[in-house]
């Protein structure tokens, strides 16, 4: 490749650019040590110390939380003491190198325990008698040559103390102090001042320790029954509330089997929903019929296992209710030591938060069941608005559609006569061909329903008047549904083959329905009253 001559232009350029690198120029002023006054230099320290002071506040309730603050300073004790033996020239050799041996063997316990992840049977008991045992061989060893071994005493005391938390580890106390006391050669009353000393030490620390867990857990439980409280307050259906319900409420009473049960609104019997606690393969009773007391909103205790289960030596039974009425049933069974009257006051919130969350769904699910039922039924009696005149004919209309809603085969009418009942039938009902044109009032289901003023279900049991021609026909539950049109009073009747019974919105639907075909009928009526399909089916 040929090279190319530079032009004037760029050799002007590069001379420029190497005058520049030549002679550098400063373009940063010279920086000045800062002079601090002595009024900053002790805000700078003011503000190290609070900075320092702010840390070990955040990290001392972990520190002091459970029993770390006393393994810290049983081992500092332990290691001073060994330390202390060992330097020591004028110490027996035997002794100094036992001194040291117990102490790495400590050392190595506690190590090996911390590197091993998975549970380990027995591991508090065997630290403890590490702890008892290191500091029992280290007195014997070092009282007769170091001055202060007896803190060593004082530190494990503390330590198992807090290990355990039982006014029953005294003992290991005083099998810590017996070879302080032969090795020191104590008379009887140091031995009695030192063992008031001891054990007055452990008592305080299982009183303390005692105190401060018990008051954490009871901070952490209300904190545990506020949550619940906020997440019941934002479920919109039975089945967030109980899943929030399974989820947070067993750390109200921990070790417990709990079951959350809904009453059935025809029966003193309770369904369980959820539960959480059981051995795996365990299930609460599909129902059950608990005996409560004289007022049925109190809870009761009962000896046993959580119903259809193995699990607890005795059951609490806590009934949920809103404005007097039972709506479900917590059980909670485990030992008795866990349901103690503390425990007892964080159920009844819970028992309180689940009664009056049920009763809001009710509202929620009624309000919402009144609206579909009124859409339907707006739907339904629009099918039947060009017959007015003709009740056969309004009946035809909407039975196909009332059919695939509700899977309900007949619809029909019965109207009031003084004493006598007069039946409508659409033209393919399967009651038409075994029902009457006219049948006696007294007995009937129209009879109750027009007495009670509401509507009403039930099965066919044959005790019925009308049950004569309804079984007949292959009718299993029947729905009555009361309507007044005009001065007439009469019934609006659903019948299935289902074996299913009708449920409450179903219910609804049907008296939605009678009411806007009341009010379609009034424009059929005669002028005597009587209505015509009826007095056509009676002729």
């Known amino acids: 490749m040929d090279a190319q001559p530079l032009s004037e232009r760029e050799l002007a350029r590069l001379k420029s650019s190497r005058l520049q690198r030549s002679n550098p120029q400063r373009v940063a002023p010279d920086w000045h040590h800062p002079s601090d006054t002595w009024t900053q230099t002790l805000r700078w320290i003011r503000l190290g110390i609070v900075g320092e002071l702010r840390y070990w506040q955040a990290a001392l309730p972990t520190l002091l939380r459970g029993d770390f603050i006393f393994t810290l300073v049983l081992w500092v004790a332990v290691f001073s003491v060994a330390a202390a033996v060992v330097a020591l020239p004028d110490i027996p050799l035997t002794i100094r190198y036992s001194a040291g041996l117990v102490a790495v063997a400590y050392l190595y316990l506690y190590a090996e325990l911390a590197r091993i992840r998975r549970p380990v049977p027995g591991r508090r008991l065997l630290l403890g008698a590490a702890d008892v045992g290191v500091v029992a061989a280290l007195g014997a060893l070092s009282v007769p040559y170091v001055g202060y071994a007896n803190v060593l005493l004082f530190f494990g005391a503390a330590r198992v103390a807090a290990r355990f938390q039982d006014p029953r580890v005294l003992l290991a106390g005083v099998a810590m102090l017996l070879p302080f006391e032969l090795a020191g050669h104590a008379a009887l009353v140091s031995m009695l001042i030192d063992t008031f000393a001891v054990l007055t030490t452990m008592l305080l620390v299982v009183q303390l320790t005692t105190t401060l867990e018990g008051a954490q857990q009871t901070a952490q439980r209300q904190n545990a029954l506020a949550m619940l409280t906020s997440s019941l307050a934002r479920v919109r259906d039975e089945e967030a509330l109980f899943a929030q319900l399974v989820s947070q409420a067993p750390a109200l009473a921990p070790e417990c089997a709990w079951a959350f049960w809904l009453k059935d609104p025809s029966s003193d019997d309770f369904r369980a929903v959820r539960w959480a606690g059981l051995h795996e393969g365990e299930l609460p009773g599909f129902s059950f019929t608990p005996t409560l007391g004289a007022d049925r909103t109190q809870p009761v205790l009962i000896n046993g296992p959580l119903p259809g289960t193995g699990v607890g030596e005795c059951t609490l039974l806590y009934p949920t209710a809103a404005d007097g ?58 099918l039947a608005a060009r017959h007015s005149a003709d009740q056969a004919a309004a009946l035809e209309a909407i039975r196909p559609a009332l059919a695939d809603m509700l899977r309900s085969e007949s619809l029909h009418l019965e109207w009031v006569h003084g004493d006598r009942l007069s039946l409508v039938t659409s033209g393919d009902d399967p009651l038409q061909g075994h029902a009457p044109a006219w049948l006696s009032l007294a007995g009937t289901r129209s009879a109750d329903a027009l007495l009670q003023g509401h509507a009403m279900r039930e099965p066919m049991t044959g005790r019925r008047p009308e049950d004569l021609f309804f079984v007949p026909a292959g009718l299993r539950h029947v729905a009555v549904a009361p309507f007044r049109c005009g001065e007439l009073e009469g019934t609006l009747q659903l019948g299935r083959r289902l074996p299913r019974p009708y449920a409450a919105g179903e219910v609804l639907l049907l008296q939605l329905l009678a009411e806007r075909l009341a009010l379609l009928f009034s424009a059929g009526l005669t002028p005597s009253g009587a209505s015509p399909t009826s007095a056509e089916v009676g002729s």
């Open 325 to 382: 009425e039972l709506n479900g049933l917590i059980t909670i069974a485990g030992r008795r030591s866990r349901l103690l009257p503390g425990a007892r006051g964080l159920i009844r919130g819970v028992a309180e938060e689940m009664g009056a969350t049920l009763q809001r769904l009710q509202a929620l699910d009624d309000a919402r069941l009144r609206t579909e039922a009124m859409e339907h039924a707006n739907r339904l009696a629009g």
